[in-house]
């Protein structure tokens, strides 16, 4: 089982940056991929950006230049560091890990991004 809690959103204004973090509560070396989703009003969750062990990263293409996903194996945690930020971009963004087959997810931080 795989636990994961988000921090590092709030309000920014347009072309801002913010950095999320999620922590994990074991350690993520043992977890083959991990990434951020999110999900704005009325719309459905989206993939952001994953990473796996191997450091092998993917992105949406809305955020492509924009966002960088990492991962610290020695503090067990995921970052994505978000840059040039619209307000399209608002949303409450979730961790994910895939870890044995299931997908466990984090209780989400908001974000919001003012024009």
């Known amino acids: 089982q795989v636990q994961l809690v988000e921090s590092g959103g709030g309000l920014v204004q347009a072309g801002g940056s913010l950095r999320l973090s999620c922590a994990a509560s074991r350690s993520i070396v043992s977890i083959p991929a991990m990434g951020w989703y999110r999900q704005a009003p009325g719309k459905q969750r989206e993939l952001v950006a994953t990473?796996?062990?191997?450091?092998?990263?993917n992105y949406a293409d809305s955020v492509k230049g924009r966002f960088t996903i990492s991962r610290d194996n020695a503090k067990n945690t995921v970052y994505l560091q978000m840059n040039s930020l619209k307000p399209e971009d608002t949303a409450v963004y979730y961790c994910n890990a895939v870890y044995y087959d299931y997908n466990y997810w984090g209780q989400g931080t908001q974000v919001t991004v003012s024009s």
């Open positions: 990473i796996t062990t191997g450091t092998s990263t």
